[in-house]
């Protein structure tokens, strides 16, 4: 399993990006995927998740600027971003978890967002 982070960039403070992430290979329809974030220094955080029916999930720092949404059909997950903060700056990863036999977990390469003040 492959996933392909897109999307990251530099804008400034109140903008906008969004990002995806395309997940390629034998993946079990019932699954989690979602975004984390890692800042210089510090550990990485959860971002923002969603299972394969719609449920979401999101850290209170970024509830209702950002929302998660999916294509079950091309396996992937989108992360709009609005009223971007300097502390949103990190690299956003995404990964995919599911349970067959055993939890798999696949992570993305990682896409970096810097926010300008």
């Known amino acids: 399993v492959q996933l392909q982070a897109y999307g990251g960039g530099l804008v400034q403070a109140g903008g906008s990006l969004r990002l995806s992430c395309a997940a390629s290979?034998?993946?079990?329809?019932?699954?989690?995927m979602g975004w984390y974030r890692q800042a210089a220094g510090k550990q990485r955080e959860l971002v923002a998740s969603?299972?394969?029916?719609?449920?979401?999930n999101y850290a209170d720092s970024v509830k209702g600027r950002f929302t998660i949404s999916r294509d079950n059909a091309k396996n992937t997950v989108y992360l709009q971003m609005n009223s971007l903060k300097p502390e949103d700056t990190a690299v956003y990863y995404c990964?995919?978890?599911?349970?067959?036999?055993?939890?798999?977990?696949?992570w993305g390469q990682g896409a970096l967002v810097t926010v300008s003040s």
């Open positions: 990964n995919v978890v599911y349970q067959t036999n055993r939890i798999y977990v696949h």
């Open positions: 290979g034998s993946i079990f329809s019932s699954n989690i």
């Open positions: 969603i299972t394969s029916g719609g449920s979401t």
